[in-house]
């Protein structure tokens, strides 16, 4: 990336969202790869640089998963009732805002569970699941795909229960602001990673099939559902 | 069972089992004292952990983050006696007394009640029941120990709860066990070979003795004597010394006998010399009698045709007892008959004149005579010459043959000194061969026993006086001689 981009390229992770976009805002950051719901909320002061595309399409589903036994008493939202729920991230599309919406449309409140948590990640997610520290969790579908092709235990003891619609693939964005310059080379280089070897091998290993050119467009869907569980919010 | 094993064995199994007893013995007391000491380290461990527990753990119960906790206790509970047997865990309860966390989730299921239920047959206390920290007890050993976490008002956050199985506070005997066994291992990899060489040196001298034993009687002792093992033990120098002294007394021995059966095979040559020589005599004697009858009454044709019957009859009992004497030979045996008996007390009657001895006769055959004519020839003129010596001068002997269907016997009595029946079978079965008198006698003898017969000497008691000795001799009657039979010494 560094020689595609002209500039010394370093990646940083954290565990939440929200520890991602304090970096970013606070300057320390020029680029990030956020959830489609944040963009939404913070969508005046991003910028939208690429949507990726998975198998092919900039859109993704969330899922609802268990312990994978064919035992297990949860088949869907209604049967959450007086269970644990793991979430992933409070700024998470598929890791909360589509649980919320989901019970919702179950006729469950928060207090209607025994217990709700963030796990901090969706890959802790399944590992909530797979432990029985939980007995559902709402997963990034993209990430919970990744992890079973990637062999991860987790994602092989824990089984999916219920495909969200799909919603946009979790952007790249930059913040409002950044130099022009920087972003348009970064841009250039993710659009055009599939065109070579390395860039193709990086696809490979990250699950992704290429990246696609800004449409905030695809992220409405994401906003309508973040207003109808948090008018205030969005 | 053990002592019937060789020295061999016996030593390196028994090095064997004395490690193995000791190392028993040493695992044992190894043991109570190891677990005594185990019980207070787990205590100390678990105590430590809930403390760290509670320190960390407070801000997490203060934030209620499931996932941190979860993950600090999968940590902690590492650090627990027995985790990896799944006989330890560790949690953190809610100010409610329900699991906010647990390291097993799968058997600490999340927002469960903790507090105040039964929990792996330990009755945990309700929430107010614990301000201290404090541990509960169950019957089969296993504990529990629950902490309060407070925060800094001193309101109650949460608590610590770790619970520790009856099995982690079981003595691991295996572990306990293992550096006496990996000894014992080793100590018996360098003994074992030790005693074994050990007991095959020292059994090598003894077991080489026993086969030298074992082979008197068998091999020639100056063969022997060669594989005696040379010892330097003095209580082996003996036992070596006490065979070797065997083995020559024994070697002396063999010399002896083999000398004594030269001597005895030449003193059998030198008695059937004798016997020959005997057996010829006396006939020949009874033929020059004939020789010189017919001298004085050769003008006689009666007298002249006897006298020539006799001499051939002489002459046919001399080659037939040459002849008998060879084993090789097959001789055409006829059976007795009177004339044969006439034969006889004509042939005795010239010593009995000579002897002045009155010789007299009886016959009670009541069967046809089937007997060998030869040797019962022998028998009568043998028996009839030695009791005619026997009674002496003036003295009388008398000779009886019968016969019916089952034996034929001949009785020869006189009037001389008594013969016992030991002295007879003693001179009968002599073979000093310093007994000619007894030639005539064994001959006798040897026949009887051939021809299953018997002889010995009747008791005074049984006789008419004046006789005092008489001879007995039978053999079956109606049987045809073989001549093929062998004789028995």
């Known amino acids: 990336m560094t020689a595609r981009v002209g500039y010394p390229v370093v990646f940083v992770a954290r565990e939440t969202y929200r520890s991602v976009l304090d970096l970013l805002f606070s300057d320390q950051l020029d680029a990030a790869w956020i959830c489609g719901y944040p963009y939404t909320l913070y969508r005046s002061r991003l910028n939208l640089i690429s949507t990726p595309l998975y198998r092919g399409r900039p859109v993704y589903q969330a899922y609802l998963i268990n312990n994978g036994r064919p035992e297990s008493p949860i088949r869907g939202w209604v049967d959450l009732k007086g269970r644990v729920l793991a979430y992933a991230d409070p700024l998470s599309n598929s890791g909360w805002l589509v649980a919320q ?7 469950l409140g928060a207090r209607d569970l025994r217990r709700g ?47 969200s619609p799909w919603y946009g693939f979790p952007p790249l964005v930059s913040r409002l602001g950044a130099s022009d310059g920087l972003i348009a080379r970064l841009t250039e280089a993710l659009l055009g990673m599939h065109r070579d070897d390395q860039g193709q091998a990086l696809l490979d290993a990250l699950n992704l099939s290429g990246f696609a050119a800004p449409n905030p467009a695809l992220y409405e869907s994401i906003a309508a559902m973040a207003r109808a569980v948090q008018p205030a919010s969005v | 069972m053990l002592r019937r094993l060789p020295y061999r064995i016996q030593i390196p199994l028994g090095l064997a089992l004395a490690v193995a007893l000791s190392a028993f013995l040493v695992s044992v007391v190894t043991a109570h004292l190891t677990a005594a000491r185990v019980h207070a380290d787990i205590m100390s461990t678990v105590e430590r952990v809930v403390a760290m527990l509670g320190e960390q753990g407070r801000p997490l119960l203060a934030q209620d983050d499931t996932w941190q906790a979860y993950t600090l206790l999968r940590s902690a509970a590492t650090l627990l006696p027995a985790h990896h047997l799944g006989a330890s865990r560790a949690a953190l309860l809610d100010a409610h007394g329900r699991y906010l966390a647990g390291s097993e989730p799968k058997i600490q299921p999340t927002g469960e009640q903790a507090l105040g239920t039964l929990s792996h047959g330990r009755l945990l206390p309700t929430p107010s029941d614990v301000t201290q920290p404090r541990t509960v007890t169950a019957q089969d050993g296993s504990l529990s120990w629950l902490q309060p976490v407070r925060s800094d008002d001193d309101e109650v956050l949460g608590f610590v709860l770790a619970e520790v199985d009856a099995l982690a506070f079981a003595p691991n005997w295996w572990t306990l066990s293992r550096p006496a066994l990996i000894g014992m291992a080793l100590s018996l990899a360098v003994l074992v070979p030790i005693g074994w060489r050990l007991g095959r040196r020292m059994t090598q001298p003894i077991a080489q003795i026993a086969r ?53 095979r030449l003193a059998a040559v030198g008695r059937i010399t004798a016997a020959v020589a005997h057996e010829i005599n006396n006939p020949l004697a009874g033929l020059i009698t004939v020789t010189q009858t017919l001298r004085l009454h050769s003008e006689d044709p009666t007298q002249r045709g006897r006298c020539i019957d006799l001499l051939e009859r002489g002459l046919q009992q001399i080659r037939t007892m040459t002849t008998a004497l060879l084993p090789q030979a097959r001789v055409e045996e006829r059976c007795l008959n009177e004339q044969d008996f006439d034969d006889v007390l004509t042939l005795a009657t010239p010593q009995a004149e000579q002897h002045q001895v009155e010789l007299s006769s009886t016959r009670e055959l009541n069967a046809r005579l089937c007997a060998p004519a030869t040797v019962l020839r022998q028998v009568m003129l043998n028996l009839l010459l030695n009791a005619i010596k026997a009674a002496g001068p003036n003295g009388r002997v008398s000779a009886c043959l ?5 034996k034929l016997c001949f009785f020869c009595c006189n009037t001389g000194q008594h013969l016992s029946n030991q002295a007879l079978a003693s001179r009968a079965t002599s073979t ?12 006798c003898h040897e026949i009887a026993v051939r021809f299953n017969g018997q002889f010995y000497s009747v008791s005074p008691d049984e006789l008419s006086p004046p006789f005092v000795t008489g001879l007995f001799f039978s053999i079956p009657n109606q049987r045809r001689h073989d001549p093929q039979a062998p004789v028995t010494d």
């Open chain 2, 432 to 443: 000093a061969g310093d007994d000619p008198q007894g030639f005539g006698l064994w001959i």
């Open chain 2, 402 to 406: 019968s016969a019916d269907t089952s």
């Open chain 2, 212 to 264: 030298c034993i074992a082979a008197i009687g068998g091999d020639d002792p100056r063969a022997v004597r060669p594989r005696l093992p040379r010892v330097s033990d003095p209580e082996l120098q003996r036992i070596t010394g006490a065979v070797d002294r065997l083995l020559l007394e024994l070697q002396a021995r063999q010399a002896a006998a083999q000398r004594a059966l030269a001597v005895e």
């Open chain 1, 117 to 163: 948590f963030f796990a901090r990640g969706h890959r802790n997610v399944a590992e909530a699941v797979a432990s029985g520290l939980a007995h559902a969790g709402c997963i990034d579908g993209y990430v919970w795909e990744t992890m079973r092709r990637q062999g991860m235990a987790a994602a092989h003891q824990t089984g999916v229960i219920w495909r």
């Open chain 1, 101 to 107: 919406s989901q019970l919702r449309s179950a006729g």
